[in-house]
């Protein structure tokens, strides 16, 4: 799998803080309503994929990607935002990497993966199962990336 860009991410924030919601429109062409409040965007960029936009009462609040053939390394993403706070959901066995980011229209960047993630004082990536083996990791990849929106 290639490498992609963080200025993917970074383009799309950019996006987003000047354009607001009507920017939506430049990413990508509905071709979907998977559910209410849920719906599927095939992207107008030939790095993503697939983007799914969430909605609550008529307003947007999240956008999820799915990179097409190429992954973020977590090295990349913490050095273009800075050092990540990672949560773990015990109930659904996901971590889920928060950047930090500055943005009027964009509230989290977060990326998800699979199992219990920490890491450590020296930058290592250590994933952990739920009987408590773990393995570590000096290069972790990212197939996609989620935005938590503002009111915008």
Same mark, same amino acid.
């Given at each position: 799998?290639?490498?992609?860009?963080?200025?993917?991410?970074?383009?799309?924030?950019?996006? *987003? $803080?000047?354009?607001?919601?009507?920017?939506?429109?430049?990413?990508?062409? +509905?071709?979907?309503?998977? /559910?209410?409040? &849920?719906?599927?965007?095939?992207?107008?960029?030939?790095?993503?994929?697939?983007?799914?936009?969430?909605?609550?009462?008529?307003?947007?609040?999240?956008?999820?990607?799915?990179?097409?053939?190429?992954?973020?390394?977590?090295?990349?993403?913490?050095?273009?935002?800075?050092? *990540? $706070?990672?949560?773990?959901?015990?109930?659904?066995?996901?971590?889920?990497? +928060?950047?930090?980011?500055? /943005?009027?229209? &964009?509230?989290?960047?977060?990326?998800?993966?699979?199992?219990?993630?920490?890491?450590?004082?020296?930058?290592?990536?250590?994933?952990?199962?739920?009987?408590?083996?773990?393995?570590?990791?000096?290069?972790?990849?990212?197939?996609?990336?989620?935005?938590?929106?503002?009111?915008?």
């Amino acid at each position: 799998m290639r490498k992609c860009s963080a200025n993917i991410i970074k383009s799309i924030i950019a996006g *987003f $803080d000047k354009g607001g919601i009507n920017y939506i429109e430049s990413l990508g062409i +509905k071709t979907e309503t998977i /559910s209410q409040g &849920v719906s599927k965007f095939i992207s107008s960029d030939p790095n993503i994929q697939h983007f799914i936009l969430f909605e609550i009462e008529g307003a947007y609040t999240e956008l999820s990607f799915l990179f097409a053939d190429c992954a973020l390394m977590f090295s990349d993403v913490e050095d273009e935002f800075g050092k *990540f $706070d990672v949560h773990y959901n015990f109930r659904d066995n996901f971590s889920e990497f +928060k950047a930090n980011i500055s /943005s009027v229209a &964009v509230a989290d960047l977060y990326f998800v993966k699979d199992n219990k993630f920490e890491i450590s004082a020296d930058r290592r990536v250590i994933e952990t199962d739920p009987y408590g083996k773990g393995a570590s990791y000096s290069a972790l990849e990212f197939t996609g990336f989620c935005l938590r929106l503002n009111s915008i």
